[in-house]
């Protein structure tokens, strides 16, 4: 019989550094702002204002897109197929419907083409969205992906009064605890305000 020597070994846990890749809202804009305007500003204003994956914005075509009101003056909703074959259904603010359709008409796309296509006209690759928000992010003078987009867009909404569930489906996280961690990670209080210094310490 066959043994597998490492199966008793556990690995240390990683240090979780998700605040590190979180940007501030300044920090954001700067780098929206740094990119080049049309294509690559709107994938870098969708990555944050969305909270979508590159890999899923990819794969965004314009039948994915459908007015909540039948007019677009109440936004939209964005159908997202997800990590691990799930599909989400996410509501997008009026203005960033406007956005979009902006860039439907200056493509004269049809129903069902990419929302990003490249120079031969299929879907934009990650590689590239890659590139986009790096190049971005260089001319903010910063350093960011389109992951550290979407950390920042959680950590933003939650700031701004987001409820946990509501993220969680927005994100398509499949646990809640996932969602959780970006609470824990930008923490609002610490035992350390209840904790006063002693006299001595303050004569020092």
């Given at each position: ?5 490492a ?11 998700r605040?590190?890749?979180?940007l501030?809202?300044?920090?954001v804009?700067a ?21 979508v ?11 994915d897109?459908?007015?909540?009101d ?53 879907a934009?690759?990650?590689?590239t ?11 903010a ?7 550290w987009?979407r950390?920042?867009h ?33 923490p ?17």
């Amino acid at each position: 019989m066959r043994y597998n020597v490492a199966a008793a070994v556990r690995l240390p846990k990683a240090k979780d550094d998700r605040n590190e890749r979180i940007l501030t809202e300044a920090q954001v804009q700067a780098l929206i702002a740094a990119a080049p305007e049309g294509r690559d500003r709107l994938i870098c204003e969708l990555l944050y204002l969305v909270g979508v994956r590159a890999e899923e914005l990819v794969r965004l075509t314009w039948s994915d897109l459908s007015a909540a009101d039948g007019n677009g003056k109440a936004g939209a909703v964005l159908t997202i197929f997800g990590k691990g074959g799930k599909t989400r259904h996410v509501r997008l603010s009026p203005q960033t419907h406007s956005m979009l359709m902006s860039w439907h008409m200056q493509q004269l796309a049809t129903v069902g083409s990419p929302i990003f296509i490249n120079r031969s006209g299929g879907a934009l690759s990650t590689v590239t969205v890659w590139r986009i928000v790096s190049s971005a992010a260089r001319g903010a003078g910063i350093k960011a992906s389109p992951h550290w987009l979407r950390h920042s867009h959680a950590t933003h909404a939650i700031d701004h009064g987001c409820d946990l569930r509501t993220l969680q489906q927005s994100l398509g996280h499949a646990s809640i605890d996932t969602t959780q961690h970006y609470v824990h990670s930008r923490p609002k209080q610490s035992s350390g305000a209840f904790v006063q210094r002693s006299k001595k310490d303050e004569t020092q």
